[in-house]
Each structure stands twice: as structure tokens, then as C-alpha cells.
């Protein structure tokens, strides 16, 4: 796709925001029709289909925010010259195609859009069957506003692909492809990088940890948990194991003061032999899979750890390396836990819930990579370009010395 200049992409999102204003009634009894086909068995799946007016106003807030932030592409990162004379500038430059696929959400479908097309990219959008009425109007919506302003419908495309489809698409894809982010659970991830042919960035699972340090200030410990626990139990940021060193004081009546406050919440506990021993009548950890797992549920396992090396070595060997944290006064330990927790986001007297593009001031979002290449946490505007390097020369050669 050639390059856009910076007024043409946002004219672009201009109209997209007057248009998705209008569409309001016909994306809400759109995405009705998703909401009624849908089991509410997943509950966490439910929640991030849900379109409603709130979540209207934060695509189009969404799309505000990155019309207003600086274009992307064509940024000079280094400019050297040479002894030779010859001059090497090293500038940002589009992907070129960039494929999402993704579970529930349709405002995946608008973020995801919005982020590339800025960044000079052509996406292909890959939503779940369990979206399609709200994908469609929203797509429908995307190509009147490219359509407005003289552009290709081929900047923003929805695929409508089975499964095996899909996979065959992955394997043997009709137009090149530049990158490819899975945004989803475990088995999707797993399905995209078994059958793509091309890079793969790993927008990875939450199960993400906090640990309760023997010098942690008890109230800020509970505040954050909850937070982290009960706030939203769709986000990949939410809380799913707490360790709790056995040295802090009080420790039984803390853990109890604790199960109390998490019942009254209705979060369902599961907690190791230890902990056990103090509340036995939870649930105990029956399989070591649990360890892995992330909940997307008011569930919470506890456990309990000796010391911080014993929960840096916990979290780095079962955590999705998504976000961890610790609840701590002692600002040196907190700062040897940063260091040596392997995650996309560490936390110090926070809650995990604030790993996200907008509370991390980044705007809008593709998608949290937990992988190390090219980034790490949130994926927006500035992530989605790559670089390219332009040599200037004058009949220059280079010779062997």
C-alpha cells in the first residue's frame, strides 16, 4: 500500500468518528444479535462482546486520541555521517500488512483498525463467529469512511474464515504478510503460531501474580488485591495468584481478615497446603496445571512463599509474563523484585489492572505483547512501524582494505 500523508489518515478517522456517532442504534442492535446468540457460560467471553453506549463513546475516543498523536511514520531515529561522507539515516517505516485475530471484543475491531491504518498499514481482521453482526456494521462503517476520502476498502478488511480456513490462510496466505498478533487465550495462540508462516507478536496470557512482602502495609495490600481481582475479571491485567510471605505480622489473622473480604465478594478461593492450614475450608490445589492457568473468573488461589527469591522463582516459572507485583515498603526489595521478575509489566504497590495502552499513556492499543521482540506491553502507535535505512552517497563504493 503506498504511503498516506498525515492529513489524509486523519481525515480518514474524522469521518469515522462522525460516522460510528450516527451508526450508534444500528451498532448496538447489531451487536444485540451477537449478545442473544451467545451462551452465557463464558461469562469473561460475554462481558468483552458486550457493545453499549460507554463502550460506543470509547471507540470514538479512541480514534480521537490517535488522530491527535504525532504520525508514526518516517521518523528519523539516528542520522550519522560518515568520514567517507556517506550519510546512513536510520527511519521508521510501516509493516506493510498486518493480521489480527482475535476472540469476542468488537472494539478490537476499531482500535486494532485505527492503530494501523495511522501507522500506514493495510489490516486484516480476523474476529470471532461470536462477533460477526458487530464486526460487520463495523467494518461497513470503516470502508464508508475510507470510501469518503477516496481510499481502497483493501486498508481495512474483515476475513470471514473457518476455522480450517483460517488455518490454510495461515499456512498459505494469498498476499503477503508482515505480522501476524493473536489477541486471545492459550489455544488461539497456540493455533496461530502452529499453522503461520510469517512473525508471529504473542499478545500472551494474563495469570498474573502479586506478592505480599513481610514489610507490606496491610491496607494498601487488600485495596490492591480487590482491585486487581474484582475489577474486571475479562482483563488479561486481572489478579489470579497471590503469594503471600509467611513472615508478615499477624500473618493467620491477616489471611483470614483476607478470605473474609474476598468472600463477601463472592471471589471463590483455591489455596496450597500451607495456607490451608488456616482456612481449611477452601478448595486446595488438586493439580499443579492450576499454577498455569488463567482464571478470567472471581477466583483467586493463594499461597504461601518463604521469602522474595522463592516468589521471583515461582512467578517467573508460571506466570504468562504479562504483569506481577509486590506489595512492599522497603523500596530496595521492591526494586529487586522489578528487576528479577521476567514480566511485560512489574508492579510496586499497584494494582495489575493498570497494564493497559490508555491508564499507561499510551492511547489506544493493539494488543499487550508479552513477547521480547520487537516489544514488549503495549502495543500502540509508535510499536506498529518498523525501520528502514536510507544511505545517501555520491558515487560512492565501498573497496577491501
Same mark, same amino acid.
Given at each position: 500500500? @503506498? ?33 442473544? #446468540?451467545?451462551?452465557? &457460560?463464558? $461469562? ?6 458486550? /457493545? ?25 531515529? +539516528? ?10 539515516? =536510520? ?12 476472540? +469476542? ?8 483498525? /485505527? ?53 490454510? %490462510? ?17 489455544? !488461539?495462540?497456540? %493455533? ?34 480487590? &482491585?486487581?481481582?474484582?475489577? @474486571? ?30 468472600? @463477601? ?6 489455596? *496450597? ?5 488456616? !482456612?481449611? *475450608?477452601? =478448595?486446595?490445589? *488438586? ?7 488463567? %482464571?478470567? #473468573? ?8 518463604? &521469602? ?7 512467578? =517467573? &516459572? ?13 523500596? @530496595?526489595?521492591?526494586?529487586? %523484585?522489578?528487576? $528479577? ?29 508479552? *513477547? ?30
Amino acid at each position: 500500500m @503506498k504511503l498516506l500523508n498525515t492529513k489524509t489518515k486523519n481525515n480518514v478517522l474524522l469521518s469515522m468518528m462522525k460516522i460510528i456517532n450516527r451508526e450508534r442504534d444500528n451498532i448496538i442492535a447489531a451487536n444485540k444479535k451477537d449478545l442473544d #446468540a451467545f451462551s452465557k &457460560n463464558d $461469562q469473561a467471553l460475554y462481558d468483552r462482546l458486550i /457493545v453499549d453506549e460507554a463502550k460506543i463513546n470509547g471507540m470514538i475516543n479512541a480514534i480521537e486520541e490517535v488522530k491527535n498523536q504525532e504520525d508514526p511514520v518516517a521518523q528519523i531515529i +539516528s542520522s550519522t555521517t560518515l568520514d567517507s561522507g556517506l550519510k546512513i539515516e =536510520n527511519k521508521s517505516a510501516p509493516f506493510g500488512t498486518i493480521m489480527i485475530i482475535y476472540e +469476542s471484543r468488537p472494539d478490537v475491531t476499531i482500535e486494532a483498525a /485505527v492503530l494501523a491504518f495511522k501507522a500506514n498499514n493495510k489490516i486484516l481482521l480476523k474476529g470471532g463467529k461470536e462477533a460477526i453482526n458487530s464486526n460487520l456494521i463495523l467494518e461497513k462503517c470503516w470502508h464508508e469512511a475510507l470510501t469518503e476520502n477516496n481510499l481502497s476498502k483493501e486498508w481495512i478488511k474483515l476475513l470471514h474464515l473457518q476455522r480450517e480456513e483460517t488455518q490454510e %490462510f495461515l499456512k498459505n496466505p494469498p498476499e503477503k504478510i508482515d505480522l501476524i498478533v493473536p489477541r486471545g487465550g492459550e489455544r !488461539l495462540i497456540k %493455533f496461530v503460531k502452529d499453522h503461520s508462516s510469517c512473525a508471529v507478536l504473542i499478545s500472551g496470557r494474563g495469570n498474573n501474580f502479586l506478592y505480599v512482602a513481610k514489610t507490606a502495609d496491610w491496607l494498601k495490600t487488600v485495596k490492591v488485591i480487590i &482491585n486487581a481481582k474484582t475489577d @474486571k475479571i475479562s482483563g488479561c491485567n486481572a489478579l489470579d495468584k497471590v503469594l503471600i510471605d509467611k513472615a508478615i505480622p499477624d500473618y493467620e489473622k491477616k489471611v483470614k481478615e483476607l478470605q473474609t473480604i474476598l468472600k @463477601k465478594l463472592e471471589v471463590d478461593l483455591v489455596v *496450597d497446603e500451607k495456607i490451608s492450614n488456616i !482456612l481449611p *475450608d477452601e =478448595n486446595k490445589i *488438586d493439580a499443579q496445571d492450576i499454577w498455569y492457568e488463567e %482464571f478470567l #473468573a472471581m477466583k483467586l488461589l493463594i499461597a504461601e512463599v518463604a &521469602n522474595e527469591d522463592i516468589a521471583i522463582d515461582m512467578i =517467573n &516459572n508460571y506466570s504468562g509474563g504479562h504483569s506481577a507485583a509486590i506489595l512492599t515498603e522497603d523500596a @530496595k526489595q521492591a526494586e529487586k %523484585f522489578m528487576q $528479577q521478575v521476567d514480566s511485560a509489566a512489574v508492579y510496586h504497590n499497584a494494582s495489575t489492572r493498570f497494564t493497559d495502552g490508555g491508564q499507561m499513556g499510551v492511547g489506544a492499543e493493539l494488543a499487550i505483547s508479552t *513477547d521480547k521482540l520487537h516489544h514488549r506491553g503495549p502495543l500502540g502507535l509508535k510499536q506498529l512501524v518498523t525501520n528502514k535505512y536510507y544511505i545517501f552517497g555520491d558515487g560512492h563504493i565501498r573497496t577491501n582494505i
